[in-house]
Structures are given as C-alpha cells and as structure tokens.
C-alpha cells in the first residue's frame, strides 16, 4: 500500500504549492475520479497513484480523488 498523507497534510501542500504556482488553481468542478491502473503521480502530493484507488483528471494532470477535492476546495478558497 502506497503511502497516503492524511487530510490536513494534503491541504498543507496544496496551499503550498498554490502560492508557489506550481499548481494552478481548478476554476470549473473537477471530474468523477476513475479507477486508477497504475503509471501515473499525483500531481498534488507527488505520490504515484496505486491502481485500484481513484484518480481524476484535473486540465490535463493526474491526481489522487483526495487530492484533487482538496485541491478544488482550496482554489475556491482564494477565488
Ligand atoms: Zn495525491
């Protein structure tokens, strides 16, 4: 089992790497995550996806369904 980094970690970066630009923020909702098949990194905590667990496509970049709600919940924050 990959490691997970827990909810307010997750947030922690996601702040982070807003404020460094290196995630731009999600301005539409973001997709029904898909079952994961392995090969791809979340984008957000930069652990690879394990397959089996969910994923969703966010403007071209893969992340963790975790992930990419924080991440949504976060842009909305600084909009
Ligand atoms: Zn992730």
């Known amino acids: 089992m990959a490691p997970e980094l827990p909810e307010s970690e997750i947030r922690r970066v996601v702040r982070h790497q807003m404020r460094e ?3 731009p923020t999600i301005g539409s909702t973001i ?3 898909r079952r994961a098949s392995g090969g791809t990194r979340c984008v957000v905590c930069g652990f ?7 994923e969703c496509e966010v403007g071209g970049l893969w992340a963790n369904e975790t992930c990419a709600v924080i991440w ?5 924050r600084l909009s």
């Open 21 to 23: 630009r290196a995630l």
């Open 72 to 76: 949504r919940q976060e842009s909305d």
């Open 48 to 54: 690879d996806i394990t397959a089996g667990r969910n």
């Open 31 to 33: 997709p029904p995550g």
